[in-house]
């Protein structure tokens, strides 16, 4: 989860997320970055809204069935 | 000594004085001086709450005049306890706050008949019900009394809950009887506080009476609001820090969802979702040859 | 299952949903294509409003799939 | 979700889940294929147990919370 | 929230959550960091059982109420 | 809730709350106190568990959840 | 929390909320004030709206991560 982190972090801070800065952020924190999840990561956020996606986490009902079993 | 003494101890005996004096010092030894009412309370029933105060308390019966007399020579505002002293009253002091005196003292009472003539302390209702009682002249006494009352199933039913004497109403001979008979107890007897005179406050006991489940609420609330900052003003701390850390979780397994990332924390989730979607979408196609037989409805 | 998942990438590809780009979704994923099945698809798809369909499946508890080890 | 898909067709019609089929399958689509999310999929799926997440699912009440619009 | 994004990764890569690794992370995204929050985040943490907090979100339906358009 | 709050302070700090302790916070933060709420207050918590409120009140989100704006 | 209430109490004394009146307030109740922990607190709050974040309910995961005991 941790490149999906490193793209919140740069929504926060009002960097762009492309390849460059994700890879910076990832290498800052020791992992070992694989660049072809790096560009999935960029090629499936460029049309996402995330600020909505993100709230949509907020707006779960807490509580909610777990499907756990 | 003076003639003008020697008469003036005549007048006021020696027990007297030595009377005020000692509740002088009885009120000037407390914090929290109050007024309780003991109309109505046996003697020896009032010795045993006397010593159930556990001595954060002290009761003091004396003359009622004695007693102004004392309240008037401590002065500093204690005197004005005096409109509060009238009928059968007690001092009472603690070094305890009156609101926890209040709270003590209401805790300790005891319910009891109430005999015909004397006033009901508050609203009395015969509750609906099985009275026990087998047919007979009871059921005009119930009428009588103001309750809904007949026989059914071999004994005397009250039909609704019935008011028979508002708060402050005097009881009737015939309604003591009918509530004695249901062995019905509505008065509370103890010690019944009237105001409290605590460091230069009066406090009437309506003002002491506190809430203790609304402060526990409050409680509540203040620690879920204290919380609810703490994560979304993002204040991390000890005990919010987990929280924060399912949100951010939670946050970011949205992400993932929302943008079909193919992360493999993610994966899973999104198959489920796609196989929730197909269904979903399943659910919609009313012609069974168009789907497979294990979507079908 | 399979005609229906054809379906959704059209979908979401935008292509139409018609005989023929079902059968090349399916073709192209080494199945054995059954034309009249297609036919019923397109047919009852047709009513379908399948982005509605498929946001009331996001409703869904996503939650249960324990992530990978 | 178009790659999902295609994933899941391919598990249906017993096909290998590898880049090569994947990208057929979402070329017949019409999608315009990001060889990137490709991989991270492939990559991803390795240690999933797709049947497992699947029932997962339907463990689930589907379209649970009714979206009325 | 960044700053407990920036724990997350360190926590997936497996690098101590300290106040250094933190700055780092953080910097690299561009975020003008905080040393005092920072500071607060590593003490909050100290006692806290990550992996479990990670597990109780992942118990819990992501990206639940569908988002009506 | 000023009252509150400051009782709960002490509750942290493992002060005793009393009406000198409550009346030394609450004058710090420049509330005008109110003797007789601070003794309400200290005879209404003899009778209450702090602790198990507070953890009621983390089991129960406050203020209801609020869908997103 | 202790320093998240002595927040709450400034809040509705109307005083600022600033690293000052922050540890005035701590101090009265006896607490070991930390400097840094003062100082997040004052940058954490300072775009916050504080009556609006104190009543939105923490979106978290129910049965929520249990306090720390």
Chains 1, 3, 4, 5, 6, 7 share one sequence.
């Not at chain 1, 492309?18 to 020791?30: F, I, K, P, S």
């Not at chain 1, 460029?46 to 909610?64: L, N, R, T, W």
């Not at chain 2, 308390?57 to 020579?73: C, F, I, K, P, Y």
């Not at chain 2, 059921?139 to 508002?166: C, F, P, W």
């Amino acid at each position: 989860m941790e490149y999906v982190y490193a793209a919140l972090i740069l929504n926060e801070s009002g960097e762009e997320i492309n390849e460059e800065n994700l890879t910076d952020v990832l290498d800052a924190a020791g992992v070992d970055v694989e660049e072809s999840r790096v560009k999935a990561l960029v090629a499936a956020l460029e049309d996402v809204d995330i600020e909505e996606a993100v709230e949509q986490a907020a707006a779960v009902p807490a509580g909610g069935a777990s499907a756990a079993p | 000594m003076s003639a003008e003494a020697e008469r003036k101890t005549e007048t006021i005996p020696e027990w007297k004085r030595e009377e005020v004096a000692e509740l002088t010092d009885f009120v000037e030894s407390y914090n929290s001086v109050g007024v309780v009412n003991i109309t109505g309370i046996p003697s020896k029933q009032l010795q045993n709450m006397r010593r159930g105060l556990h001595g954060s308390a002290e009761l003091r019966v004396s003359r009622n005049t004695l007693v102004q007399r004392a309240l008037d020579s401590v002065g500093a505002g204690f005197e004005d306890l005096e409109e509060y002293v009238s009928g059968q009253i007690g001092l009472i002091g603690t070094n305890d706050n009156p609101f926890g005196l209040y709270k003590e003292l209401e805790a300790s009472k005891s319910p009891a008949p109430i005999s015909a003539g004397e006033i009901a302390p508050n609203d009395i209702l015969i509750p609906e019900g099985d009275t026990g009682v087998d047919p007979g002249p009871f059921v005009g006494e119930l009428q009588q009394a103001g309750a809904s009352a007949r026989i059914m199933d071999g004994s005397i039913h009250v039909t609704e809950d019935s008011l028979v004497a508002e708060e402050g109403d005097e009881v009737s001979e015939e309604l003591a009887n009918v509530l004695s008979e249901l062995g019905m107890e509505p008065k509370e007897v103890g010690l019944d506080l009237r105001a409290v005179y605590s460091d230069g406050v009066m406090f009437e006991s309506d003002e002491l009476a506190i809430d203790v489940d609304e402060y526990r609420t409050d409680i509540e609330t203040a620690a879920a609001f204290a919380r609810n900052l703490s994560v979304n003003a993002v204040y991390p701390t000890e005990q919010t820090a987990p929280l924060l850390i399912s949100k951010a979780t939670g946050e970011a397994k949205s992400l993932g969802l929302q943008a079909a990332i193919e992360s493999p924390d993610v994966v899973p989730d999104l198959v489920s979702k796609a196989d929730a979607q197909l269904r979903a979408l399943a659910a919609q196609i009313d012609d069974e040859d168009a789907l497979p037989e294990e979507l079908r409805g």
